[in-house]
């Protein structure tokens, strides 16, 4: 498949010159925070680093890290590095879990975001020739409006429609012939699944591909997307704490997502001690903004733990790939030394025909962590065999082993016992907290 | 010929097998013989009422789990040894049993054994052959 690059130079750059264009930017980026942004100047004083210290990105260690927490201390406008009059817009995160965040931007640092979008529609097969819907939540999210952004750069016809109103999103989708999708992987499935009860065949829709992100999905869930929908389905990641998304955007190969990092540098730690892990290790994701004016953040943890990768890409890019997060520190747990992700048990619980309806329950028993993984049991795989029930306990058990390195025991209860979400599900009982 | 069973999902825990009874009743239906197969977390409820299609759609409004399947009814004497010798019948034949549960009546002096095989006309033909009496629902519920 022939492929076409929206800034072809960068994202076919080698790594060699990537590397020097990325050193050069963080030196006058260092300097640029330390001189402008109180709160880092204290945290780097704090550390006794100059930036006279940092000469390229091999000493971008010695920064110190900065957090979420870092973030709401610093509400609203603790780290700014630009006068507002030099800004143009904010967005802001949803705040469930606390005090919102509020990202500033420049005029520049749209520019730059939304080039980062365009890359994304370009890496899906995007031009000018197309019609793209943009699903995702236009206003303080930044879904909407990085990817409109992104949708205008490249030159698609663009239809905003924000979330919501799926006869709407439909209707617009059929009559105007929309090639490309863009909202989160559950607002795909369910529009896929409205056009199925609407007698729609994957033929029948106009749509080519879709690019999809801002929440966890699996790969079963991508496949389902692309069979509904007869469209190749796009991951994308970002955060607003760094830009939004566009941070990182897939290409035909599907393995895993080239990071724009040009602008933002990657690096993987061990999420206990910092220390910078080399390529290929599973650890904490952590993003330097090489180009931010207003909201510059260094060594920003993510909390996603994935893996970095440069091996030779399909496509031609050589920017560097993120796997799909793995899960977020703060979901991890730690079950007889093993690092356990809920979404790794979800994963096996769709391979096997299970609802991802789950919970885990890890105790310590005569200093020995227990590991329970209760799942419902389906109206399909229920006999009257009890001899089958308990073989398919062991077997899912089996996969999960497969999967994690160690062995839960897995009881299959009663439909609809495991509480549903609302709101946030309660996925872990971790009872050894209570101790 | 065969008999129509319910199995039903049970979650092992306090009160969980009176609600699903008490379903049953307030709909009037009778349970005419019942076995239970369990482990530490649940239990398979296993019943043959005299409303099977009452039974089912009573428990699938209640959001139980069940499954409907056909097995098989066998009357032998109320005496030593009768159950040895519907067992061997069937062992001769080469027919495994899955599970299986017996219950008296009330009046005679017989006893009737339901049995769970992976292929009930093998077993009927079998048992039939040698003499024994195949069972209905319908008979269960004149019992």
């Given at each position: 498949?022939?492929?076409?690059?929206?800034?072809?130079?960068?994202?076919?750059?080698?790594?060699?010159?990537?590397?020097?264009?990325?050193?050069?930017?963080?030196v006058?980026?260092?300097?640029?925070?330390?001189?402008?942004?109180?709160?880092?100047?204290n945290?780097?004083?704090?550390?006794?680093?100059?930036?006279?210290?940092?000469?390229?990105?091999?000493?971008?260690?010695?920064?110190?890290?900065?957090?979420?927490?870092?973030?709401?201390?610093a509400?609203?406008?603790?780290?700014?590095?630009?006068?507002?009059?030099?800004?143009?817009?904010?967005?802001?995160?949803?705040?469930?879990?606390?005090?919102?965040?509020?990202?500033?931007?420049?005029?520049?640092?749209?520019?730059?975001?939304?080039?980062?979008?365009?890359?994304?529609i370009?890496?899906?097969?995007?031009?000018?020739?197309?019609?793209?819907?943009?699903?995702?939540?236009?206003?303080?999210?930044?879904?909407?409006?990085?990817l409109?952004?992104?949708?205008?750069?490249?030159?698609?016809?663009?239809?905003?429609m924000?979330?919501?109103?799926?006869?709407?999103?439909?209707?617009?989708?059929?009559?105007?012939?929309?090639?490309?999708?863009?909202?989160?992987?559950?607002?795909?499935?369910?529009?896929?699944?409205?056009?199925?009860?609407?007698?729609?065949?994957?033929?029948?829709?106009?749509?080519?591909?879709?690019?999809?992100?801002?929440?966890?999905?699996?790969?079963?869930?991508?496949?389902?997307i692309?069979?509904?929908?007869?469209?190749?389905?796009?991951?994308?990641y970002?955060?607003?704490?760094?830009?939004?998304?566009?941070?990182?955007?897939?290409?035909?190969?599907?393995?895993?997502?080239?990071?724009?990092?040009?602008?933002?540098?990657?690096?993987?730690?061990?999420?206990?001690?910092?220390?910078?892990?080399?390529?290929?290790?599973?650890?904490?994701?952590?993003?330097?903004?090489?180009?931010?004016?207003?909201?510059?953040?260094?060594?920003?943890?993510?909390?996603?733990?994935?893996?970095?990768?440069?091996?030779?890409?399909?496509?031609?890019?050589?920017?560097?790939?993120m796997?799909?997060?793995?899960g977020?520190?703060?979901?991890?747990?730690?079950?007889?030394?093993?690092?356990?992700?809920?979404?790794?048990?979800?994963?096996?619980?769709?391979?096997?025909?299970?609802?991802?309806?789950?919970?885990?329950?890890?105790?310590r028993?005569?200093?020995?962590?227990?590991?329970?993984?209760?799942?419902?049991?389906?109206?399909?795989k229920?006999?009257?065999?009890?001899?089958?029930?308990?073989?398919?306990e062991?077997?899912?058990?089996?996969?999960?082993?497969?999967?994690?390195?160690?062995?839960?025991?897995?009881?299959?209860?009663?439909?609809?016992?495991?509480?549903?979400?609302?709101?946030?599900?309660?996925?872990?009982?971790?009872?050894?907290?209570?101790? | 010929?065969?008999?129509?069973?319910?199995?039903?999902?049970?979650?092992?825990?306090?009160?969980?097998?009176?609600s699903?009874?008490?379903?049953?009743?307030?709909?009037?239906?009778?349970?005419?013989?019942?076995?239970?197969?369990?482990?530490?977390?649940?239990?398979l409820?296993?019943?043959?009422?005299?409303?099977?299609?009452?039974?089912?759609?009573?428990?699938?409004?209640?959001?139980?789990?069940?499954?409907?399947?056909?097995?098989?009814?066998?009357?032998?004497?109320?005496?030593?040894?009768?159950?040895?010798?519907?067992l061997?019948?069937?062992?001769?034949?080469?027919?495994?049993?899955?599970?299986?549960?017996?219950?008296?009546?009330?009046?005679?002096?017989?006893?009737?054994?339901?049995?769970?095989?992976?292929d009930?006309?093998?077993?009927?033909?079998?048992?039939?052959?040698?003499?024994?009496h195949?069972?209905?629902?319908?008979?269960?519920?004149?019992?």
């Amino acid at each position: 498949m022939a492929q076409n690059y929206y800034q072809k130079e960068i994202e076919t750059m080698s790594a060699e010159e990537m590397r020097k264009l990325q050193s050069e930017k963080l030196v006058k980026q260092v300097k640029h925070v330390y001189e402008n942004v109180e709160y880092y100047r204290n945290l780097m004083d704090e550390k006794g680093v100059k930036p006279e210290d940092i000469r390229g990105i091999e000493d971008l260690h010695k920064l110190p890290f900065i957090s979420k927490a870092d973030l709401r201390d610093a509400y609203p406008y603790g780290l700014l590095a630009k006068p507002l009059e030099d800004c143009v817009r904010i967005q802001s995160t949803s705040g469930t879990t606390g005090r919102r965040v509020v990202a500033f931007y420049t005029q520049n640092d749209i520019d730059l975001w939304e080039d980062c979008c365009a890359r994304a529609i370009v890496a899906a097969g995007g031009s000018n020739k197309d019609v793209c819907q943009v699903a995702y939540g236009y206003g303080l999210f930044t879904g909407g409006p990085g990817l409109n952004g992104g949708s205008h750069k490249v030159g698609c016809l663009t239809l905003p429609m924000s979330s919501g109103n799926t006869e709407r999103q439909i209707q617009f989708m059929t009559d105007l012939s929309a090639t490309i999708l863009c909202c989160t992987p559950s607002y795909a499935a369910y529009i896929g699944e409205t056009l199925k009860e609407q007698g729609y065949k994957p033929e029948d829709i106009p749509l080519k591909a879709g690019i999809f992100g801002a929440e966890p999905w699996t790969e079963e869930m991508r496949r389902g997307i692309e069979n509904t929908l007869g469209i190749k389905a796009y991951d994308i990641y970002g955060l607003t704490e760094t830009t939004g998304p566009g941070v990182a955007f897939e290409c035909s190969e599907q393995t895993g997502m080239h990071i724009n990092e040009d602008h933002f540098y990657a690096e993987i730690i061990d999420p206990d001690t910092g220390e910078v892990l080399p390529e290929g290790s599973k650890g904490e994701l952590v993003f330097t903004s090489l180009d931010k004016e207003a909201f510059p953040l260094l060594r920003y943890r993510t909390r996603d733990i994935c893996v970095l990768s440069r091996k030779k890409c399909s496509c031609g890019r050589t920017l560097v790939k993120m796997a799909k997060p793995m899960g977020r520190t703060d979901d991890m747990l730690i079950i007889r030394g093993v690092n356990v992700f809920p979404s790794q048990i979800e994963t096996v619980l769709l391979n096997e025909g299970y609802e991802p309806n789950y919970q885990i329950i890890v105790d310590r028993v005569n200093n020995n962590d227990t590991f329970e993984v209760n799942v419902e049991m389906t109206a399909e795989k229920f006999t009257d065999k009890l001899s089958d029930i308990i073989a398919m306990e062991k077997s899912l058990a089996n996969a999960m082993k497969t999967m994690l390195g160690i062995n839960p025991s897995v009881h299959l209860v009663a439909p609809k016992s495991i509480a549903r979400s609302e709101g946030k599900a309660v996925r872990v009982i971790d009872k050894r907290k209570l101790i | 010929m065969a008999i129509k069973q319910l199995t039903v999902y049970v979650q092992n825990k306090k009160g969980a097998m009176a609600s699903l009874t008490d379903v049953l009743a307030k709909n009037d239906v009778n349970i005419r013989a019942l076995s239970i197969a369990e482990t530490e977390d649940f239990g398979l409820l296993r019943i043959i009422v005299d409303n099977e299609t009452a039974a089912t759609k009573i428990l699938e409004e209640n959001s139980y789990l069940i499954k409907a399947i056909d097995v098989v009814g066998v009357k032998i004497g109320d005496k030593p040894g009768a159950l040895t010798g519907a067992l061997d019948v069937l062992d001769k034949a080469g027919i495994d049993v899955e599970y299986l549960y017996a219950f008296m009546a009330r009046t005679e002096k017989h006893a009737y054994v339901v049995l769970r095989v992976e292929d009930n006309g093998a077993a009927e033909a079998a048992l039939e052959g040698a003499g024994y009496h195949l069972i209905t629902n319908a008979d269960i519920c004149k019992l």
